[in-house]
Every structure is written in C-alpha cells, then in structure tokens.
C-alpha cells in the first residue's frame, strides 16, 4: 500500500496517471477543447476564424505556428496594461519572465492560476511515482530555490519568473507540505533580495535541520553545485554562527537576519559534529551525504543543458542517487519523470496528455538532397520512437502552436504517451558556414578535452563558446574556467582535442580546407562564470532558474564582455595542420 499524505492520495495521482496515459489521443482532443472553449472570446484566436471550432483539424488550419517574436506585439498590449481578452479570453495579469539565458534577454511570457494548477499536477505525478521507489518520512527538504525580483510592468502587471510566480502563489506552502517537499528555510529567505546572503541562509537551515532533511534540491541542478562550491568557502563561518549562535555579519538585510534568529541557537555540539564530519572528507566526496545522514536523494532538472554539471553533483552527493526531475519552461509544462532509478543521464519524460496540447515537428536528419522543407508537425500519439521533433506547445495561459525551441527524441511510450529525453535547444548552433554543431556536440567535446584536465586532477568549472567571425575565416572560440591553474601543454593539448572532438562532416571538412579556421580556447578567470550569473540576475532572472549560455550570440554584447575581459589565456588548435 502507498502512502497516504493528507490531502494528497498517492494511489490516486498513479491511478489517474495511468488512465490519463492509456488514453493520450482522446484525453490531448478534450485539452484543446477545453482550452479553446475557454479562451473563445481572445481576439487572438476570434480573428484566425476558428468560429467555435475546436478539433485538432480546424485547430491545425487556422492557428499558424509561432515563436515568441510573432506574439510580442500581443505581450506587449498586455505589459502596457490592455486588459482586453487578447490571447486568453480572463485577461492576463500577471507575466512570467522566462530565463532567456539562450537568447541573451528575458523574454514575457502569460501566466495565470491554470498553469499553477499544472505546476502542481505535474509535482503531484512525479512526487508519488518518486516515492514508490524512494519514500520519504515526514521532514524537510533543503531547497536552494529563490525568488526574482518583482516587479509590476508599464500597465501594472505582476511580473517575475516562473518559480517566482509558483512560489508566491498562495496554496504553494500547502502543496510542498502535503508532497513533504517543504524547503526548510522561512520565506524570507527564498524572497530575500541578495541571492549571496539567502543562499548562506540555505545553507545555515540546511546545518541546523540536517537529521531532518530528507532530499536536497533546486529548480535546475546548477544551483545544488553552486551552493556546494559557495559551501567548500563559507563552511567556517557557518559552523561558527551554529556554535555561537550568532548570524554571520555578512547577512545584512533585516528580514533574513529576523527571521534566520528564531531558529538560530548556540549549539556547540552541531557545530562539532558538522566540522569533524567535513574535516573527514576528502576532497568534498560525499559532502551532501555526510551532511544530511537521512537524505534519500538529491533532485532538480539534470538533463539539457544541466548535464556538464553531473560529475561534480555525484562527487559531493557521494553515494545518494541522482533524481531529475521534470521537463517544462516558463510557457508551460510538457513531462514528468516517472521512472525516477534512471540515472539523468538516460531520463525519460513523460508527456502529461492533459495539461496542454502537444505537437512535434520532426527535425530533418540534415543528410537529404531536398531543399529543406519544413515537415508538418505531428500529433502527441503520432509520433515515432527514435525520431528527433522540436516541440510546439498550446497551454492553458494563452500560447497557441507556440514553437519551444526545444528538440526532444522519442524513447518509448508509457501507455500511449511518449517518453521523451530532452536532446537540445533547437537555436543553440555553432555554425559558421556548412558546419552545424549543436550545444549536445560541444558538451561531448568539452567531456572528450577535460580527460587531459582529470589527468592534473583539475575541472572544467563552467563553459560556453561563441564565433568569432571578425577575421577570415572564422573560428569557433571556446571559453573554459577552470578549477585551478593547468599547464600550457595540457591546455594545448585540450584545445587540440577539443578541435578534433567536434566530428561534425561539415566542420572536419571545412577545417581540412582552411574554410573554417583554427579553434580557439579561452581559459578566464575564477569567478567569470559567476559574473555571467549576476548579470542575469541583474536582469531578472532567479538562481534557480539560471541556465550558462552555452553559446553566445553576437547580439549578447555583455556576456561577451565579460568572457574576454576575464581572459587569462588563449590556445590556438594546431590539430588540422599538416
Ligand atoms: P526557462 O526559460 O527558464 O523557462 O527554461 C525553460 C527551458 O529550460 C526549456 O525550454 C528547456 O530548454 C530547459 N529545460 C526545462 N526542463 C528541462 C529538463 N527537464 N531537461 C532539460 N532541459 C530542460
């Protein structure tokens, strides 16, 4: 027997799963009625001629396919305070500002309560499929999540990003108890307005709950190294507030420091204990199981872009397994992660046939002599295992045919609704004439280049790469930092590789001929990575939410500001001469 939680029956959620998936064809048709019937007076979907239909057919014929830039006009309307029925027929009031770290701004998006109502659909499904395998007793979690800035928008609109708008909802705190997912740190601390001091208070909660954490988590597995990498600094002076009682100076904004001094007491014994534990470690193997003793896992969104940071995550979680968690963006939610003992490395998600419409459009393998003719996207149940699709969504919130930018591939079927792992942005390109290189093969160059590192027991911190196209020919640039200093040799012999390691024909075949020129690394300083990080913040964006570009448009004047104002180095691939 599963668990029962109160408000929340977990047998229930699994049962309603497996009725909603056996029948995703039918149950993805009644989505986008309701969806159009609700939304029937939106001037937006009123001037396509829809006049009250609402079959997938009618639907395909008259909704053009989107991107963001094509429903600007119409976000705009709304920021400046058009309260009108626009893209949903209950006006909009309150917008989410997605990441944008892979175009370079943030980007408007609608929110309203049905997409809360998904959010925490989608939490429900993957918690109870979660706890089957791993439950866990009533407790805590240590979650390094954090609140953006809000702010209202020209017309009053609530604005902020995602998590933001799911964290200020009103029935959150109910929803994580009853998933016994509540962060132990007070709300002050998730709303603070410095990220630095709030993330030292998630990490003083976290000491000062430790035998009652059960999982330790963030939106995106880049934040859970983050804090770890801020731990391995700031250790001392944590363990000191916990044996004296005393916050640490460096927490200056008031809410944090009254709220932080209800729960802060004098514990000497902690602090021993926590300190003899970290003085046992090595290297910082294992930190998180050795701080928390009865956390069950560690959990957030590994995939993606978020894969590069998976070694260091399993180094410091040591022996606790690694749970992904679910696939969704700021415009909605598409999957959740049923099958929770995979490793992230080969996660499946599950498309959730009732929280919104889902089309695919198959990507071209890029070997046809055709011209390249874009395929007509396909319905949820038509897909096929082992073909890439880039995603179009129609939500609850006001996107109709709305083009993600994410490429998926097809793994399998839960029922009848696909299983998808997350391959790639769709826009994330290095390409310079006819090389296409996308952000999964710069990942598994950059692997490939950082053996030659492992071998000086160094890591590559963070990375990203852009083109540098202001000479001819053009060459692909590579920015690394590192976690210590490497010598010149190891470092040209990773940019050789990491020339070498993009197999791409298109490339090989261009830098054979001297079209495409040598490629270049970039190491920059320790710390580059967390100016990037600031910048979006500065920006708008959370902690939790935040993504590393991990390729640099050359409209991004600022992230490549700061790449090249922290260089240290440059190696020139001497791998393609003869
Ligand atoms: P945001 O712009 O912050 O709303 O981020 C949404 C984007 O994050 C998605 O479009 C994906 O590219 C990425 N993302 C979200 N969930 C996952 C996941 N589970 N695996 C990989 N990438 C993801």
């Not at 240590?142 to 964290?167: E, M, P």
């Not at 590069?308 to 399993?314: A, D, G, S």
Request: charge should be negative; include cysteine; glycine fraction near 6%.
């Amino acid at each position: 027997m599963l668990e029962k939680v109160e408000g929340f029956n977990m047998e229930k959620v699994i049962e309603e799963f497996e009725e909603v998936t056996k029948d995703a064809g039918r149950v993805q048709i009644e989505t986008l009625r309701k969806i159009l019937e609700d939304n029937s007076e939106a001037e937006y979907l009123q001037n396509l001629g829809l006049n009250g239909r609402t079959d997938p057919q009618s639907f395909k014929n008259c909704v053009p396919l989107v991107t963001h830039k094509e429903l600007e006009p119409y976000i705009n309307r709304m920021i400046d305070g058009d309260l009108s029925s626009i893209l949903t027929s209950k006006p909009i009031t309150t917008m989410s500002l997605s990441s944008g770290t892979t175009q370079g701004k943030p980007k408007f998006v609608p929110w309203n309560d049905e997409l809360f109502e998904t959010t925490v659909q989608i939490y429900k499904t993957s918690f109870a499929f979660r706890n089957k395998e791993f439950p866990i007793t009533s407790g805590k979690a240590l979650s390094f999540i954090y609140s953006s800035k809000q702010f209202k928008t020209k017309g009053g609109l609530a604005a902020g990003t995602a998590t933001t708008n799911v964290f200020r909802n009103s029935r959150y705190t109910v929803a994580m108890q009853a998933l016994k997912s509540q962060c132990c740190s007070p709300e002050e601390v998730i709303f603070g307005p410095d990220f630095h001091q709030s993330l030292y208070c998630h990490l003083l909660c976290g000491l000062i709950f430790c035998d009652e954490v059960q999982f330790v988590s963030s939106t995106f597995a880049h934040s859970i190294v983050h804090s770890f990498r801020t731990f391995e600094q700031v250790w001392e002076d944590l363990v000191a507030d916990i044996r004296d009682g005393v916050l640490s100076e460096r927490v200056t904004v008031p809410s944090l420091r009254n709220a932080m001094s209800k729960i802060l007491k004098p514990d000497p014994n902690l602090a021993n204990i926590i300190q003899t534990k970290i003085m046992g470690l090595s290297n910082w193997y294992g930190l998180i199981q050795e701080l928390f003793p009865n956390a069950k896992y560690v959990y957030g969104i590994m995939t993606g872009s978020m894969e590069p940071y998976l070694k260091k995550l399993r180094h410091y979680a040591g022996d606790l397994p690694l749970l992904t968690s679910d696939y969704g963006s700021s415009e909605g939610w598409i999957a959740t992660n049923v099958n929770p003992t995979l490793p992230p490395e080969s996660a499946l998600y599950t498309v959730l046939p009732q929280i919104g419409y889902f089309e695919f459009i198959p990507q071209n393998k890029g070997d046809s002599d055709f011209i390249d003719v874009e395929p007509e996207p396909v319905g949820l149940t038509q897909v096929k295992v082992g073909q890439e699709y880039e995603i179009v969504i129609t939500t609850p919130a006001g996107l109709y045919r709305y083009r993600l930018g994410d490429v998926v591939k097809v793994m399998g079927f839960y029922n009848s609704s696909p299983q998808l792992k997350f391959v790639r942005r769709s826009s994330l390109l290095l390409t310079i004439n006819i090389d296409k290189n996308t952000e999964k093969d710069l990942q598994l160059a950059v692997e490939e280049a950082s053996k030659f590192l492992a071998e000086e027991k160094l890591e590559v911190v963070d990375y990203t790469s852009y083109v540098d196209v202001s000479k001819d020919p053009g060459h692909y640039v590579i920015v690394w930092e590192i976690s210590g200093e490497a010598s010149e040799e190891v470092l040209s012999e990773c940019c050789n590789c990491l020339d070498k390691s993009f197999v791409d024909a298109g490339y090989t075949s261009s830098r054979k001929v001297n079209c495409i020129g040598a490629l270049e690394l970039r190491v920059v300083r320790h710390g580059t990575f967390q100016k990037i990080l600031e910048h979006y913040i500065g920006l708008g964006s959370a902690v939790s939410q935040f993504k590393t570009p991990r390729c640099v448009g050359s409209n991004n004047a600022k992230v490549l500001q700061i790449l090249n104002e922290n260089v240290v180095n440059k190696y020139i691939s001497s791998a393609f001469n003869n």
